[in-house]
């Protein structure tokens, strides 16, 4: 039975995929975990997680792309394990004394971690289906396969996940990589005089190994960050954030390290102990020391990294999990925050919170872009936008002449968040493709109005005149395969930049970049297998990109 989209089904086939959705959606029901009492269940998920990252470092190793795809699966399957918890667990609370792992306990968070990441699957592709974005088939009466993408969408999806041709990868920069050898020694040292036995430890805060940690995390984080400093996220700015972020860090840091080195001394994960567990006063009074801020700027910052503070179910972008009913006991996973991108994570919690404010975030990245991609251009080139078109046509971002080669270039830029949930991509998918629109009807425009330009200013001759012209969409963070066929193609923005910044010819650039060399090849730089995933006795198949390097 061939893949079919939704809209081409018929009514039976689409009521037995339909009954593997409705399967799926009871797989909650009846989890051992939930007669624990919630708090509880909650910080045994966030243990058993830990436990798992930790076994993936011991078998593949530390900061590889399996490490970092197992991380980023349990931050979302964790995530819903625990929405799960906070809907359907025993209400009652535990005391702190009892976070303690027996073997029933750990069982019953286990059997609920992987029915909660096998059911991620099912929550990404379902919704694809519906929209007849993805293709489905089945395989078997209990197991569906969806699919359909062509080779250039997967390119694309690749390259969104990171993957990059040999020339293009650049050494992957994380805010984890920066424990130094004297640094390594002194946790050496706490963890040597630190409390505990093999199951649990503890050791006073080292206060000036932070603040030593926090110095250097802020210096790496200031390359990762896009924004400028001064953009008001909240009640605090961007830069109180990076600084704020930093000492979270340094905190995880010496805690993941900790452990690790425990683990070593006593032949045993401290499995009690990888959860980093404080009272929401002690978070701020801590951070806000390592940091130099004020608490209320903190309590404020760690407010909005509370699991819970928006719907987004992401262990990575709200890492402060609630371990009691009032909130006031927050647990965090350490190797979250050391493997995020924070600066992307508090502006979509900006987005939820305070739509007003991300407004005007996102209405001044347009300059943001344009400002980069004339600082970093070849002298030769000349560099003009935004342009204001009549009769309520839409702006030209950008216009670029390279008038030794007679080309120009009239670029749209888009600047979309990424997507983290399937109905997201639908929704910034639908958006991405209004800007191919609207640089359609700017080219119409254009081609009526040759010296529309030039009379302005924006050219030196009329645009009819020039041997070559380029229409083209420039994203960041997000875009999706468009047949450039339509003669409006897709450049990222990193390879386009780079072509302003390498080439002295616009002409040449631009057909390399049409090329599309900057994608990873399938085969080269990633491949694609169907991944198997199953809840309460129904399965779906789904495509899987690996890296190959």
Known sequence: MALRLKSDAIENFVDAVQAIEDA???CRQNLRLFAYPSNLACWALLSRIVLQIEQTILEHGYRTQTQSAVTYNLGRGGAQAIAWVGELGTKQPATRREFVFDADLFAAASQTLWAAVSYESFTTVFPLW?????EAEMIKTDVVRFGGQDDNSRRVRAYLQGLRPALDREP?????DVLEPTVKRKIHNITENARGDRFSFSYSGPTKLYGQLYRRYFELAGSLFRHDDSLLVGTYTLGDFRSFYSALLAVCAVHEHACFLRSQLTQRYPENSGVMIHRLQDWVKLLAKVSQLSKELVADMVGDLVFGATRTLDLYGH??????DKSQLLGVVPHFPLKSRPDENILRVCSYLRPGLYDAITNAKEEQMRK??????SSGFKIRGPRTLPGGLPDIDLIIED?????????ELKW???SIRSVEHITQEASFLRGVGQLERIREFLQDNPRYLVDRGDLSEDLGKFKSVYYVLVPLDYFVWVDPGRGIPVIDYDPFSRMLTQHRNVAEGMEELLAFDWLPMEGRDFGIKYETFTVNGVSVETEVIYASY
């Open 372 to 377: 980069d991609l004339r600082s970093r251009a």
């Open 130 to 134: 519906h929209k007849s974005v993805l």
């Open 416 to 418: 979309l968040r990424k």
């Open 24 to 26: 799926a959606d009871h």
């Open 172 to 176: 992957h920069i994380e805010l984890g």
């Open 319 to 324: 890492p402060f999990v609630p371990l009691d």
């Open 403 to 411: 008038a030794s080669n007679s080309t120009v270039v009239v670029a």
